[in-house]
C-alpha cells in the first residue's frame, strides 16, 4: 500500500528585494517531491540572485524537475523579473495568474516604465500569450484567479489520504467559471501569436473556489478589490483601442495615445498602489490527519523549534493591503477564520511597507513565523520598515535579503500510520538532519559568494572595532528597529 506525503516545506530564497518561494510534499525519507508549487519569482536587487535561486530549485528538485502550480500574485518586476527563466527550465502544470482587465494591466506596464516597443509590453497585454511563447516553456494550463467577493471556499470535512488506484499523481481539481466581459475574456485567449500551443488550456477559477490536492492538501487564492479603481474615461480609451493593441504596426501608436490617458487619468498619483495582488492560503485540509505541525525554521545559521500547536498553513501576501481592519475582515470572511487561524507562516505584505499593514494585524493572525523578503539597503525603500518590523516582532520575524534564506518545515500524520512511523515524524534527531539537509540543498551559490565576502570583510576590519567599541555601543541604543538583523530566538521553552 502506497503512502501520502506526510513532509512538507515552504522555502524562500535569497532574492533581496523581491519574492522567491517554493513548496513541496513529499514523504519520509524521500528526497523527491510529490508535489511542488512556487509563489513568484522576481528581484530589483540584481538578476543574478534570482538566476542562483532557480539553480537552487533545480538542485532540491531532483529528477522530478516539474511545477506543479506556479503562482504570480501580481506583476510588478521585484515579483515577475525570473519567471520568464523558471517556466524555461521547468515544465509547469498550471501556472495561475490573478485576473486583469486589459486596462489595469497597460497601468502597471505604464507604472513600471515599460516602453511601447519593448518586448515585456505583450506580456502586459497578454499575459498567457506571451509567458505560453517563451523558449522552452511548457505549460499545461493557465489559470486566471477571479475578483474574490463573499464567502470563500467551505472548509473541508477530509476524507481517505490515499486513493491506491490514484497512484502515486497529485492532480489538482477546482471549479471553473469564466468573466462576465466577453471582450476580456477574448483577449486573454492564445491564438493572435503566430507560436502559441495549441495544447495550453486557458481556464478561470471563480470566487468561493478552491484548488485541493484529493483529500490532503488545499490551495485557496484570494484575489481582493484593486486599491484604487480605474477611472471610466481611462477604460474607455482601452477599449478603443484594443484592436490596435494586437501585434502589427498600429500597437506602437495606440500605445502613445493610451500613455497620454494614462498620464491626464493618474497624474503624479499612480505610484500609491499595487492594483491587486493575489493572496494564497496554502495547507493540509486538516480533517484528514490525525496530526499535524510546523517542526521548525532554518534562518541562515539559525534553527528554531515551532510550538507543537498544529498550525502549519502559510499564507502567502504578495504585495497584497491589510492595511485597515476592515480589509483584514473581509480577507477573513473569504477565506474562513478557521483558516486564518491555521496560519503557522505569513509573508508580511510587499516586504514589510508601512502603507500595506495597520498596527495590531500581526497579533489579529498571529503566525508563529513571520517571514521579510527584501533588501534594507535597496534605494529609497529600506523594506521593512521599523513600525511593521515592531508589530511583528512577537511573531518570530524571519530575515530574507541578499544572502540569507529561510526555510519552514513540518509533518503530517495520517491515521493510519504506524506507531514506528509516527516516532520517527516525532523525532527531533531527524527532523534537526532533515531542517539541515533542505537548507543545504536549496542554498545557492550566490549566497555562500556573498557569505565568503563578508568573511573577509569582517577580517579587515576586526582591528577597527576596538576603537569603535564606545561609539557602537552608543549607536546600538538608537539604531532603528528596520537597521537589525531580523531573527529572534525561540520563545522559552522552545529553544535548541
Not at 484567479?145 to 470535512?157: C, D, H, I, K, R
Not at 477546482?174 to 495549441?198: N, V
Not at 506602437?252 to 499612480?270: C, N, P, Q
Not at 534564506?405 to 514506528?420: L, N, Q, V
Amino acid at each position: 500500500m502506497s503512502t501520502p506525503p506526510n513532509l512538507f516545506n515552504y522555502h524562500f530564497y535569497a532574492v533581496g528585494q523581491g519574492l522567491f518561494s517554493a513548496g513541496s510534499l513529499h514523504r519520509t525519507r524521500e528526497n523527491v517531491s510529490r508535489f511542488q508549487w512556487v509563489y513568484d519569482c522576481g528581484t530589483t536587487s540584481s538578476q543574478v540572485l534570482i538566476d542562483h535561486a532557480i539553480a537552487g530549485l533545480e538542485a532540491w528538485s531532483g529528477p522530478r524537475r516539474q511545477l506543479d502550480l506556479a503562482v504570480l500574485s501580481h506583476f510588478d518586476d521585484d515579483h515577475i523579473s525570473g519567471i520568464c527563466h523558471l517556466i524555461s527550465k521547468f515544465p509547469v502544470k498550471t501556472l495561475l495568474l490573478p485576473y486583469m482587465s486589459l486596462a489595469e494591466r497597460l497601468v502597471i506596464a505604464f507604472e513600471e516604465g515599460v516602453p511601447a516597443g519593448d518586448e515585456l509590453m505583450s506580456f502586459f497585454i497578454n499575459p498567457a500569450e506571451y509567458l505560453t511563447n517563451v523558449e522552452g516553456a511548457n505549460i499545461e494550463r493557465v489559470l486566471f484567479v477571479l475578483p474574490s467577493t463573499g464567502e470563500g471556499p467551505p472548509l473541508s470535512e477530509g476524507g481517505p489520504a490515499i486513493n491506491p488506484q490514484d497512484g502515486d499523481g497529485l492532480d489538482i481539481t477546482f471549479r471553473p467559471s469564466k468573466p462576465d466581459d466577453y471582450e476580456e475574456l477574448q483577449s486573454l485567449q492564445l491564438g493572435a501569436g503566430a507560436t502559441s500551443p495549441a495544447h495550453t488550456e486557458i481556464a478561470f477559477m471563480g470566487s468561493g473556489s478552491a484548488i485541493t490536492l484529493r483529500a490532503l492538501w488545499e490551495f485557496v487564492p484570494y484575489n481582493d478589490d484593486p486599491v484604487k479603481p480605474i477611472p471610466a474615461d481611462f477604460r474607455q480609451n482601452v477599449s478603443r483601442a484594443r484592436e490596435r493593441l494586437k501585434n502589427g504596426p498600429s500597437r506602437e501608436v495606440a500605445l502613445a495615445t493610451l500613455k497620454d490617458a494614462y498620464d491626464k487619468a493618474f497624474g503624479d498619483d499612480s505610484k500609491e498602489r499595487n492594483f491587486i495582488s493575489l493572496f494564497l492560503y496554502a495547507g493540509p485540509i486538516y480533517p484528514t490527519w490525525q496530526e499535524t505541525s510546523l517542526w521548525a525554521a532554518s534562518n541562515g545559521a539559525s534553527k528554531i523549534r515551532a510550538p507543537f500547536d498544529g498550525r502549519c498553513s502559510i499564507l502567502y501576501t504578495g504585495d497584497g493591503y491589510l492595511d485597515s481592519q476592515h480589509k483584514l475582515d473581509r480577507m477573513t470572511r473569504y477565506l474562513r477564520p478557521q483558516r486564518i487561524n491555521r496560519a503557522g507562516v505569513l509573508q508580511v505584505m510587499h516586504h514589510g511597507a508601512s502603507d500595506n499593514c495597520f498596527k495590531g494585524v500581526a497579533i489579529e493572525i498571529a503566525p508563529s513565523f513571520s517571514v521579510f523578503s527584501s533588501d534594507p539597503n535597496h534605494g529609497r525603500l529600506k523594506h521593512p520598515r521599523a513600525d511593521v518590523l515592531r508589530d511583528f516582532y512577537e511573531r518570530c520575524p524571519l530575515r530574507v535579503d541578499k544572502a540569507q534564506s529561510a526555510t519552514i518545515s513540518g509533518w503530517m500524520i495520517a491515521p493510519f500510520d504506524t506507531p514506528d512511523a509516527i516516532h520517527e515524524l516525532r523525532d527531533r534527531d531527524f527532523f534537526a538532519s532533515l531542517a539541515r539537509t533542505v537548507t543545504t540543498a536549496v542554498r545557492s551559490e550566490w549566497a555562500q559568494h556573498l557569505e565568503s565576502n563578508s568573511g573577509a570583510k569582517r577580517k579587515k576590519t576586526n582591528g577597527k572595532k576596538a576603537a569603535a567599541k564606545g561609539r557602537t555601543a552608543q549607536k546600538k541604543r538608537t539604531e532603528p528597529l528596520s537597521r537589525a538583523v531580523i531573527l529572534r530566538s525561540a520563545p522559552p521553552g522552545n529553544s535548541d
